[in-house]
């Protein structure tokens, strides 16, 4: 933090180059990571000064995507009063930029007058995308204030189960007859009062509506006027149907380069609009979300949320993990009596509980990413399973017999050295075994491959940990 | 595996509905993971029946992306065999698709001969997508193969550090003078011999070459023939450099819906175009390999790699593991007096280790995403600390109670019970201490914020946990 005396000074420090940025009316923009985090500062810093002019000023000069990632990094409080200052149809474009906790959060504090104005800026296709976020009785009230057929097809698009196509697919598509020839393509292009977003291709449908190829823009260009779309047009096409999983779709995306592609009802008409843009959002999104359900997070966890509200965050798992800690200990105070005959066993249990935990992780983290990206099927899992029992058990064998040498070398027992040895090895295999199996089960349960295994496999690995170490040593020393 | 004696039924059962579907020349093909799978179940087949001659026939009826994919998945030895069965132009297509551990393993097995053959049919950009794959001196030859001005380009953009724009963009750009009409550019795409993938937009250049500004292709259907190119560009372009960080570019397009961007050097000349494809590539390797980076595994380790290299592969982590689990039971050592005559207290200490790295690995979990997502900054960070802190010290006396109850209850010693609450809240605080400045000091030294934050953390709240229940244990109960 600044100190008061210094913040004058500073602040006009700081406010010469972020102006002069923000007022260079440069052609080439190059965005760079410092810029933002000038005009993050020069906001905050308005912010905080209660200077509402001023940060309307700013606002102004920043587009709805540039606010949203301000949005996304102030804390919760100087997050509230920039919101407040947004004018409506800003505020609509700001949200669809959002990060989904921020913007649940921003949802909560807008009263319902307020938040039905900022929907009513909002197209279908952007409706949808933030339906989710939204309190229901105000999402129908939005709805209800839309067009007829725009209302049809948001209804029947937010039915679609989060994670599908159906969810994740627009409404705006260009569309020509495959009777047309080459010039009436060029003036439908021409005359659409608006082009959706990312068109690259056109769709071309039959006479029953139905798709049957599409004419990328750039072959719009490329042909001879008077060609008929129906002899131009590509066949084979690559699209969706809304009930596909949408992650199997970025994989196509990627898999054929894909900017934007039809999805079609079971009769092959076609119902929406993917785009590389949504795809790569929902992509991303699950991706670093992954990280987060492996520690048992919520997706729309906020960094800069209500401290007691993460404090509740955190509950479940923790819950779990002090539970299944409390048990995995239940296994040492079986051996109690063990322990007081050599203490030494209690300051070694935990090595081999951690080293099990390590190697476990490791596998795990190596199988959420092949079932990310189909790498992993029924046909080939004998095959993993071999192979990371195999690597554990050279693994085990080798430096569980350095970790049983330090035992012996420390304690002078070269029987000890042994145990440890032995509870290493087995404990490594029993890391890869659950380390492959918990993500698998909960991929076949369709649920998140990552969700909580790292709180199941400490557990395993620990509760395993000191059983084989304890039970061991029990067996042979006393 | 399949029984020997029931393969030949199940191989005509599995054939049929495949080969069905391979022959269906369906106008709308939906990608589904059930038709990746009958495909690589076939294929697999067919490469453990040595059926030849049936793979080719298989193997031409894939386009070059769903090959890389099936080569993606199949073990090793099998992998190997299709490779072999390639012919040479379609193996370099092939190429670029596989993962790298992949790719790597095979460009490992072919010869030289052959691998020069295969880069032959790629083009510039084409190359410089694998260049860190390939051995150097075969790469050389492959460079001084090409024509000279390919040649030039390819020196230059390999020598861009990976992670950069310039290591991610490539050469072929469709550009316009300023002063040519719309006519002259619609033109210009017309004639060109071979459109570049994914272009929805021109390049628009001054007569020094620089870059002045865009024209998306649907722009030159909508603007009248003659209209000026300098009268109806976009001025307003987002540019990047090629030192520029590819995540930073990552970000900026999905900010601004971009599908490519071009590239210009400190005059502002056209160096080349940065496309969504590669980007979206770049930005899902970076976020897979964040999870092994965590565990301390590299990006490259192969699922289905040879067995020893794969026990190689955890060694550097492993031993880090070992080495600071040893470490942290140092302190136990320390006091094993403590424990002999407090048994119980080897029961409970693992509870305050394990609740610690369960709370630093969720803080270090937010922390990670918010680095990703340029959330946090140097202005915010005194914030975070406080909230996590803050959480940490509400959940440590929440549950630090709770778990102390236990202690008292188990073991009848109400002081046991507080040294337990009283270790496991510091165990909390000092846990997301850690879990927020590990990750921030990675980032600070540019390195990967989630590498290793694993071990590091665990090593931290295990020793800690260990230090400060045994501790305090000493202090109040011995």
New interface residues.
């Given amino acids: 933090?600044t100190q008061p005396d210094e913040r004058p000074k500073k602040l006009a420090e700081r406010l010469a180059p972020v102006l002069a940025q923000l007022q260079r009316q440069s052609?080439?923009?190059?965005?760079?990571?410092r810029q933002?985090?000038n005009r993050?500062?020069l906001i905050?810093n308005l912010v905080h000064r209660q200077q509402s002019a001023a940060l309307v000023r700013e606002l102004n000069k920043l587009n709805k995507?540039?606010i949203?990632?301000l949005l996304?990094?102030?804390?919760a409080d100087k997050r509230h009063t920039v919101w407040q200052e947004l004018p409506n149809p800003v505020a609509a474009g700001v949200l669809l930029?959002l990060?989904d906790s921020v913007a649940e959060d921003l949802i909560e504090l807008t009263d319902e007058t307020r938040l039905l104005a900022i929907l009513e800026s909002l197209d279908s296709d952007e409706l949808t995308e933030i339906d989710d976020l939204i309190p229901n009785h105000v999402l129908r009230q939005a709805i209800n204030a839309l067009e007829a057929n725009e209302r049809h097809w948001v209804t029947q698009t937010i039915a679609y189960p989060e994670g599908t196509v159906g969810d994740n697919m627009s409404r705006d598509s260009l569309t020509v007859d495959e009777g047309c020839s080459i010039h009436e393509a060029?003036e439908r292009?021409?005359s659409a009062p608006e082009?959706p977003?990312?068109?690259?291709k056109l769709f071309v449908t039959n006479r029953h509506h139905q798709?049957?190829?599409i004419v990328p823009?750039?072959d719009?260009?490329?042909h001879p006027d008077h060609t008929l779309i129906r002899d131009c047009m590509d066949?084979?096409?690559?699209?969706?149907?809304p009930d596909?999983?949408a992650e199997?779709?970025g994989q196509?995306?990627?898999?054929?380069?894909l900017?934007s592609a039809?999805v079609?009802d079971e009769h092959?008409r076609l119902v929406g609009r993917l785009r590389?843009?949504t795809i790569?959002?929902y992509?991303?999104e699950v991706?670093?979300n992954?990280?987060?359900a492996?520690?048992?997070?919520k997706a729309d966890?906020d960094?800069?949320g209500p401290?007691?509200e993460?404090?509740r965050e955190?509950?479940p798992?923790?819950?779990i993990?002090?539970f299944?800690?409390?048990l995995?200990?239940r296994f040492?105070?079986v051996f109690?009596g063990t322990?007081?005959q050599l203490?030494?066993?209690?300051?070694?249990?935990?090595?081999v509980?951690?080293?099990g935990?390590?190697?476990g992780?490791?596998t795990a983290?190596?199988?959420?990413?092949?079932l990310?990206?189909?790498?992993?099927?029924?046909?080939?899992l004998?095959?993993?399973y071999r192979?990371?029992l195999?690597?554990s058990l050279?693994?085990g064998i080798?430096?569980g017999t350095?970790?049983g040498l330090?035992a012996w070398l420390l304690y002078n027992s070269m029987l000890l050295g042994m145990v440890m040895m032995a509870a290493v090895t087995l404990n490594l295999l029993l890391a890869a075994l659950i380390g492959i199996s918990v993500p698998i089960l909960l991929d076949k349960l369709h649920k998140d491959p990552?969700m909580g295994s790292?709180?199941v496999l400490?557990f395993a690995t620990?509760s395993m940990g000191?059983f084989l170490f304890l039970g061991l040593a029990t067996l042979i020393l006393v």
Avoid: C
């Fill in positions: 933090m052609v080439v923009e190059t965005v760079t990571h933002q985090q993050s500062d905050e995507a540039d949203g990632h996304n990094m102030l804390p930029e990060n060029i292009v021409r082009l977003p990312q068109t690259d798709l049957v190829g823009l750039i719009l260009m490329r066949k084979d096409v690559v699209s969706f149907s596909d999983d199997d779709a196509a995306f990627e898999r054929y380069d900017i039809p079609v092959r590389v843009e790569m959002d992509l991303r991706a670093e992954q990280a987060l492996k520690e048992g997070l966890t960094l800069f401290i007691l993460g404090a955190r509950w798992w923790l819950v993990n002090l299944t800690a409390f995995a200990t040492i105070s109690e322990i007081q203490v030494a066993l209690a300051t070694l249990m935990p090595i509980a951690s080293v935990g390590n190697t992780n490791q983290a190596l199988v959420i990413r092949g990310a990206m189909e790498q992993i099927q029924t046909g080939n004998g095959y993993i192979k990371e195999t690597i050279v693994n080798l430096w350095l970790l330090a990552a790292s709180v400490t620990d000191f």
